[in-house]
């Protein structure tokens, strides 16, 4: 049952990655999309989230629940040593998912839209770069249990570079994933305009990426091991790179579907190099000490009905949000009811 | 301000500001449902055009409740880690599943308010009450782990360690059922006398009377019916505290001395270092008779109880105090209320019934906060009822009085951007859902 509970943890953070990450990037997006565009960016983006947004946000829930009940002692470490990060990214959250309905449910439509516009697009670009910090922090090893002042235990725990690096490497992501997904639900006449965010977004993001491993040489993270020291990591990275030359051949061809399979599957080798080299562990502290999923679990009764609960959740939700995706990606939204 | 006061003030702000739009967020959709109801069987254009615009209200609070509640499950552990370090696998168990009632209740909520016009009528009308009732399994879940607190289950406490842990035996604790059933029945009560009241303040103003006349009816006797069972609920919660917390009785009650044939306190301000009420009200006998069935027995008092064990009794008794006030308010306008309807009919849209029920339209929620007062103020100094002090439970970080001030700014302002939001629904009423202008009386 524990590597069922495990499978879950991995499945709630690739699937927010994936699905709130292209929400995100929609307002990472509309922060860089000129005036005269803009009226036109935001209909697309809320016809293509606006039914399924408040479910792709649910992924998180799920991950951070399977912390807290099967792992808390991780779960208890995060908590302690990136309380900041935390906290601004519960900001984040909360002042975009208001912004987000707010702006489209305010009966008066006047000068308070560009308020929730200004709050949707900016809380858009930073949640996800303290994601990326948080996730970076996790596993570069500058968390300090032994700390005995504040600046280390609660600040250079998350803001040194590679973190900051892996946070602006995630906000490119997002964007671009979000680019890709758009380029499929835009009108014929926008769709270059997609097109174009998406390609100038990849380059920022494999840019960033390139700063990941920089930075990874200047904080002394052993990144390079990571990723090219197994079979697994390595092959991932390999078909993640292939499948980018194949994207950006299709890219402007008018493979909507094909694209976003790439897109989505690129994100997913990324993390699962990344996370089998460091398997089982889940947290990196300083001096060479580790939290891993195999040793810090809760007891097995636990174990057993959280996997349980996860399972029987899981036959009610998936089909469930199948048929959601599925009804509004056949039916268009164009012509709906408000 | 220290940081455990800092950690539990921002506690009580985020509980606070959530409960409120996660009992609108799970009461709302079962009125939508009644009207959506009426829409499909009468064909009354009326109805469907108050579903449109109560729909907009619940994406708006159901909203801003799951950032809120995303926010908590992150706070849980931000400022209480050694407590969720330990209690984490205990009572962990309802929430997973909270998860997955959540989970169910977005996607719900995706079919309801997107699916006008494109799915059969009634498998669109399932999925709005899929949205309540996963909303209200949600509040039952959360509850039913907040009643762990009070009182733990689930394992067996040996030197300091959790052992023997049996999640499904922590969240099936003694108190869930009081608690839950509680909490339900105030979130219907605080809910329908809110919606009531904005929809009365409107047929008092003679705006679009019909529109607003249909809607005052169902939310009225939704919360009617919650309000006058609430008291049951309240006599089942009350005598479960005597039996488990003692000392939260005694706090609520400002019961300082153990003694038999306990006299019931109304009102009155608890001094704490003298040991008494001052200016109080006493009923002999009548908090033996509330507390364990018979006006002779013993009630245990804060004397029994070691100083640092003791709740602290102002702010308990004074916070009980309000909350049955106002519970027992809102019974009498709703005996009246549903009088009106069963014999007094001329009763019904008089002016000083629809009055009543404009002053009510806040105290459902006063009540409730005053409520959750009783529940944790009268729980300490414990988080975890006789085994883990809050003390004990506080993150190790300095400074948390800045994320305090941090978060009493964003729940400031985003009560007044819903508060603002609100009032631009229903001043947009008459351009965006009432078609037919008719007299007050023609509307029953």
């Known amino acids: 049952m524990l590597y069922v509970v495990i499978a879950f943890l991995f499945l709630g953070i690739l699937l927010y990655f994936l699905l709130g990450g292209a929400d995100f990037g929609a307002g990472i997006i ?171 977004l990849n380059i920022v993001a494999v840019v960033c990426g390139a700063l990941v491993f920089v930075a990874a040489q200047v904080e002394g993270v052993p990144l390079l091991e990571w990723l090219f020291g197994n079979a697994v990591s390595f092959t991932a990275i390999v078909l993640a790179t292939l499948s980018l030359a194949l994207l950006w051949f299709l890219l402007g061809r008018g493979q ?54 996860l399972v029987l959740g899981s036959v009610f939700i998936l089909p469930a949000l199948f048929y959601l995706f599925y009804s509004f990606q056949t039916k268009p939204i164009h012509d709906y009811e408000v | 301000m220290d940081d455990l006061f800092a950690a539990r003030s921002q506690m009580a702000l985020s509980l606070g500001f959530h409960i409120i739009y996660a009992c609108i967020g799970m009461v709302m959709p079962f009125f939508m449902a009644v009207s959506h109801y009426r829409y499909l069987t009468t064909h009354q254009d009326v109805y469907k055009r108050l579903t449109k615009a109560w729909s907009k209200g619940v994406a708006i609070f159901f909203a801003t409740g799951a950032v809120s509640g995303t926010m908590l499950s992150f706070e849980l552990g931000l400022l209480w880690p050694r407590f969720m370090e330990h209690a984490g696998p205990i009572f962990g168990m309802p929430f997973s599943l909270e998860g997955t009632a959540f989970f169910i209740e977005a996607i719900a909520l995706g079919f ?80 329908g ?67 038999k044939s306990a006299a019931l306190v109304l009102g009155g301000l608890p001094d704490e270092d003298a040991r008494q009420v001052n200016y109080a009200i006493k009923i002999p006998g009548m908090l033996s008779f509330l507390a364990h069935g018979n006006f002779e027995q013993e009630v245990i008092g804060l004397d029994k109880f070691p100083k640092e064990d003791q709740p602290p009794v102002l702010v308990t008794h004074i916070a009980f105090q309000i909350m049955v006030g106002l519970g027992s308010f809102l019974m009498l306008v709703s005996l009246l209320y549903l009088l009106a309807l069963w014999k007094k009919k001329k009763w019904l849209y008089s002016t000083w019934l629809l009055r009543l029920f404009v002053l009510a339209i806040p105290l459902g929620f006063i009540a409730i906060e005053a409520g959750w007062t009783v529940t944790e103020v009268g729980r300490q100094p414990w988080i975890l009822y006789g085994i883990m002090r809050t003390a004990d439970a506080v993150t190790p970080m300095p400074g948390i009085a800045y994320s305090f ?40």
């Open chain 2, 405 to 444: 001030y941090l978060f009493t700014g964003i729940y400031l302002s985003l009560t007044l951007v819903v508060a603002y939001l609100l009032y631009r629904q229903i001043k947009s009423v008459p351009t965006l859902y009432d078609i037919t202008p008719e007299p007050a009386h023609a509307t029953h």
């Open chain 1, 256 to 309: 909507g579907k094909v694209l976003r399979v790439l897109a989505g599957f690129q994100v997913t080798m990324i993390l699962l190099a990344i996370g089998w080299a460091h398997f089982p562990d889940f947290i990196l502290l300083r001096g060479g000490d580790h939290l891993s999923l195999l040793e810090t679990q809760a007891p097995a009764a636990t174990i057993t009905a959280l996997g349980w609960a």
């Open chain 2, 193 to 259: 006398f809110a919606v009531a009241g904005l929809h009365a303040l409107m047929i008092l103003k003679k705006h679009n009377v019909v529109f607003h006349a249909k809607a005052f009816k169902i939310a009225a006797i939704f919360g009617a019916v919650a309000a006058i069972l609430q008291p049951i609920s309240g006599d089942i919660s009350a005598k479960d505290v005597a039996q488990r917390q003692p000392a939260k009785l005694a706090a609520m009650e400002a019961h300082f001395h153990t003694e």
């Open chain 2, 112 to 191: 309801f308010l997107y699916g006008w016009g494109r799915f059969n009528p009634w498998f669109h009308w399932f999925t709005g009450v899929v949205v309540g009732v996963s909303g209200l399994a949600s509040g039952i879940l959360v509850v039913a782990a907040n009643a762990w607190m009070n009182s733990p289950a689930g394992f067996d406490y040996v030197n300091g360690q959790y052992l023997n842990i049996d999640p499904i035996k922590a969240m099936f604790n003694d108190a869930w059922f009081s608690q839950a059933l509680h909490m339900t029945l105030a979130a219907f009560t605080a809910t």
């Open chain 1, 30 to 200: 509309e922060l860089f999309t000129h005036r005269r565009n803009i009226r036109k960016t935001r209909t697309t983006m809320y016809h293509a989230i606006g039914p399924i947004w408040e479910a792709n946000h649910m992924w998180l829930i799920i991950a951070i629940v399977i912390l807290f009940v099967g792992f808390p002692k991780i779960y208890a470490t995060m908590s302690v040593y990136l309380h900041i990060p935390l906290v601004l990214l519960l900001i984040g959250i909360i002042a975009r998912g208001t912004a987000f309905v707010f702006r489209h449910y305010d009966a008066v439509v006047d000068e308070m839209q560009v308020v929730y516009n200004n709050i949707f697009v900016y809380s858009s670009f930073l949640t996800p770069l303290f994601l990326g910090i948080i996730a970076g922090s996790a596993v570069s090893g500058h968390i300090d249990v032994q700390a005995d002042n504040f600046l280390d235990a609660y600040v250079f725990s998350w803001l040194h570079w590679f973190s900051v690096a892996v946070g602006f490497f995630t906000v490119a992501l997002c964007g671009f994933l979000a680019a890709i997904y758009l380029i499929g639900e835009a009108e014929e006449q926008d769709r270059r305009r997609f097109v174009e965010k998406a390609l100038i």
